[in-house]
């Protein structure tokens, strides 16, 4: 059987409605810790037939008050190189850009927190993420950005952001925002994340969540049976 091992920096944030999709696909599916990772579990990440590096709340740049974002960052870079599947959400995302040897910095437009669609390039309606082209919402949880990596193709942009999604070859999918979440799993984000909500309103974020998650979840199936295709 494939091994898919997410990597979780964050108990609450995890691979949520992605997981029974690749169990579907035949992934035994683990999770690792980062925070205490050996460096075996490290190891097993690397060499997995399918790697998720999942969100987060600290930056990439933090590298010195976590000293484990750093040995992620490598293997991370060592599999992009290597060819080998591997998709990021959120601090996934900058991960993988950083990885890439791109820029990773606190955006200048702010906090990007709750659902609004994205606007896909020309490569993006041709890439996994055309299901979410037609004005579908998703959601946005980030306060930092990256520039776009050097190899990479921009797949989405936001009103806020531009670089929301791109691809590193056919093995690479970088995701900043979150396409992953259910409304039950978005419970335990509206309190884990209490510290950067202030000026959002948690019924609101509540009463979105309850209605668009359920309309994205056939969205996040048609992009992850895709994607996992084309890495086949």
Same mark, same amino acid.
């Given at each position: 059987?494939?091994?898919?091992?997410? #990597?979780?920096?964050?108990?609450?944030?995890?691979?949520? %409605?992605?997981?029974?999709?690749?169990?579907?696909? %035949?992934?035994?599916?683990?999770?690792?810790?980062?925070?205490?990772?050996?460096? !075996?579990? =490290?190891?097993?990440?690397?060499?997995?037939?399918? =790697?998720?590096?999942?969100?987060? +709340?600290?930056?990439?740049?933090?590298?010195?008050?976590?000293?484990?974002?750093? +040995?992620?960052?490598?293997?991370? &870079?060592?599999? =992009?190189?290597?060819?080998?599947?591997?998709?990021?959400?959120?601090?996934?995302?900058?991960?993988?850009?950083?990885?890439?040897?791109?820029?990773?910095?606190? /955006?200048?437009?702010?906090? &990007?927190?709750?659902?609004?669609?994205?606007?896909?390039?020309?490569?993006?309606?041709? @890439?996994? #993420?055309?299901?979410?082209?037609?004005?579908?919402?998703?959601?946005?949880?980030? %306060?930092?950005?990256? !520039?776009?990596?050097? /190899?990479?193709?921009?797949?989405?942009?936001?009103?806020?952001?531009? !670089?929301?999604?791109?691809?590193?070859?056919?093995?690479?999918?970088?995701?900043?925002?979150?396409?992953?979440?259910?409304?039950?799993?978005?419970?335990?984000?509206?309190? %884990?994340?209490?510290?950067?909500? @202030? /000026?959002?309103?948690?019924?609101?974020?509540?009463?979105?969540?309850?209605? =668009?998650? +359920?309309?994205?979840?056939?969205?996040?199936?048609?992009?992850?049976?895709?994607?996992?295709?084309?890495?086949?």
């Amino acid at each position: 059987m494939k091994t898919a091992i997410a #990597l979780r920096h964050i108990a609450f944030e995890d691979l949520d %409605g992605i997981a029974p999709l690749l169990t579907r696909a %035949g992934y035994d599916v683990h999770y690792i810790d980062t925070p205490n990772a050996s460096g !075996n579990e =490290l190891k097993q990440a690397r060499d997995a037939d399918l =790697l998720v590096v999942l969100g987060g +709340p600290i930056g990439v740049y933090q590298t010195t008050d976590y000293p484990f974002l750093q +040995p992620v960052i490598d293997l991370t &870079e060592e599999r =992009l190189q290597h060819g080998k599947p591997t998709l990021g959400i959120c601090l996934g995302a900058q991960i993988m850009a950083r990885a890439l040897g791109a820029k990773v910095y606190a /955006g200048e437009a702010g906090k &990007e927190i709750g659902w609004s669609p994205l606007t896909l390039t020309p490569e993006g309606h041709e @890439s996994p #993420l055309a299901p979410l082209g037609q004005g579908d919402a998703v959601l946005h949880w980030h %306060g930092d950005t990256f !520039n776009l990596p050097q /190899g990479a193709v921009r797949l989405a942009s936001s009103a806020l952001y531009p !670089n929301q999604a791109f691809a590193y070859g056919k093995h690479g999918l970088a995701l900043q925002f979150h396409i992953e979440v259910t409304a039950e799993g978005l419970e335990r984000w509206y309190v %884990g994340h209490v510290g950067e909500l @202030s /000026g959002f309103s948690v019924p609101e974020l509540r009463q979105q969540g309850q209605m =668009l998650a +359920p309309r994205l979840a056939p969205k996040l199936d048609q992009v992850i049976s895709q994607w996992l295709s084309q890495c086949a």
